[in-house]
C-alpha cells in the first residue's frame, strides 16, 4: 500500500494533497490545478484503494507535465501512472538478498 501523503515535493516546492469527495475534484477521481499547486484525491468510501494510488501518482504526473511543459498526452499520462503504479506497488517484494 502507498502511503498518502498531506503533501508531496516538486521542484523543491510543496504540492499539498487533499482528501476531499469526488465532486469536489471535478467528478473525478482527483486534480491538479495548475493556479493552485493543489492535488485532490477523493476520499469517497467506495473509492478503491488502489485507484487511490494510481489516482495519486496520476496527478503527480499532471503536476509535472504542467510545471515543466512536457506535452504529455493524456493517454500517456495513464499509462505512465498505471505502469508506475505497478512498479512501485512490487517494490520491496523482490529484494537482492
Ligand atoms: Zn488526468
Given at each position: 500500500m502507498i502511503k498518502i501523503p498531506k503533501f508531496i515535493k516538486i521542484g523543491g516546492r510543496q504540492v499539498p494533497v487533499k482528501r476531499l469527495a469526488s465532486s469536489d475534484c471535478g467528478g473525478h477521481g482527483g486534480s491538479f490545478s495548475a493556479w493552485t499547486g493543489v492535488i485532490k484525491i477523493a476520499n469517497d468510501p467506495d473509492y478503491p484503494q488502489d485507484e487511490i494510488e494510481v489516482t495519486l501518482i496520476h496527478e503527480i504526473l499532471e503536476c509535472l507535465n504542467a510545471r515543466y511543459?512536457?506535452?504529455?498526452s493524456h493517454p500517456t499520462i495513464m499509462s505512465l501512472a498505471e505502469n508506475l503504479y505497478q512498479t512501485l506497488k512490487d517494490w520491496g517484494t523482490n529484494e537482492i538478498t
Open positions: 511543459e512536457y506535452n504529455l
